[in-house]
């Protein structure tokens, strides 16, 4: 089974409405139809951009975060006509949710067919619970796609070993990590531990942030993002684990081919099996 994947480096920056959003969003979904990807991937955090819209002449500071909840109706419908149109799977980034008075980081999985899954972000920075106090999800999903088992990690997810060991014994082998990170220690934070999980669990990762800035929304003044495809560490895959990197803080889409048969090729007789030597009689996968 192979599988072509964008991930977009989404460039944010002041805008005055809904429209212009949609209208970005929607340039760089036909450049990866243009590849002809199968999946195409947005950053975490990125309809944050909608609150730079503010509130009109009268008041024209940014909106607040609890105020973001208010799009999302016109942000599924968006993106479940891009998915329509193109026939591509897009995991939409993350968007924040309102339940019950309750902010939630979510990840949505737009299919071709209308269909949408969601994954909630798992692990809340500090950040996150001090300055907008988001909660945490409480389940890791797993999605049935035409190419295979995918799953949705957000960001800081990635960086807790245990939570992708299940995503693998429950049978994903690409995770989609969208990741919104303000500078080089949180970029390197999410990078590192990316390529630690496709070496742990013989899987693809494909990663992607926001660039740019919001000067108006506190905490997306800053944005240090670079997409990329990252491989297991072993003969079929290209030195280093990286199959395709944009250019740093650079508005830009990178695509690149994944083969789910190498992955498996590997879990059986690869320079090393780390996923097949695992010592689940000492600790388990919790799947």
């Known amino acids: 089974m192979k599988l072509r994947v964008s991930a977009v480096q989404y460039h944010l920056h002041t805008i005055g409405s809904f429209e212009e959003f949609a209208a ?3 340039h760089y979904v036909k450049t990866a139809e243009e590849f002809e990807a199968d999946f195409v ?11 730079s819209i503010g509130g009109g002449k009268k ?25 329509r ?3 591509m799977h897009i995991i939409g980034g993350t968007h924040i949710i309102e339940e019950k008075g309750r902010l939630y980081n979510t990840a ?32 890791l999903h797993i999605f049935d796609t035409d190419k295979g088992k995918i799953a949705i990690l957000i960001c800081y ?17 690409v995770i989609f990590c969208p990741s919104c990170t303000d500078d080089r220690h949180g970029f390197h934070r999410v990078r590192y531990t990316c390529h630690a999980r496709t070496i742990e669990n013989q ?6 942030g926001t660039i740019g800035s919001l000067p108006t929304v506190d905490f997306m003044r800053g944005n240090y993002g670079q997409a990329a495809v990252i491989t297991p560490n072993d003969v079929p895959f ?3 684990g990286l199959l395709a990197a944009g250019e740093i803080n650079h508005d830009m889409v990178i695509t690149a081919d994944l083969d789910l048969s190498l992955l498996h090729q590997v879990r059986e007789k690869g320079s090393v099996t780390t996923w097949r030597d695992r010592r689940t009689d000492l600790y388990t996968d919790w799947s």
Request: charged share 25%; proline share 8%.
């Open 24 to 26: 970005q969003v929607t």
């Open 41 to 51: 991937l947005f950053p975490e955090l990125f309809t944050t951009q909608l609150m």
């Open 157 to 173: 997810d990635i960086e807790f070993p245990e939570i992708v060991r299940m995503a693998r014994a429950r049978g994903a082998d």
């Open 59 to 83: 008041h024209p500071e940014a909106l607040t975060i609890e105020e973001l909840p208010a799009f999302t109706d016109s942000y599924k419908e968006l993106f479940v006509s891009l998915a």
């Open 108 to 139: 949505y999985l737009f299919y071709p067919d209308g269909r949408i899954g969601e994954q909630r972000k798992l692990h809340i920075t500090p950040t996150e619970v001090k300055e907008w106090n988001m909660q945490a999800g409480d389940a």
């Open 238 to 240: 290209p030195p280093g």
């Open 203 to 208: 899987i693809y990762v494909v990663t992607t």
């Open 85 to 87: 149109q193109t026939g």
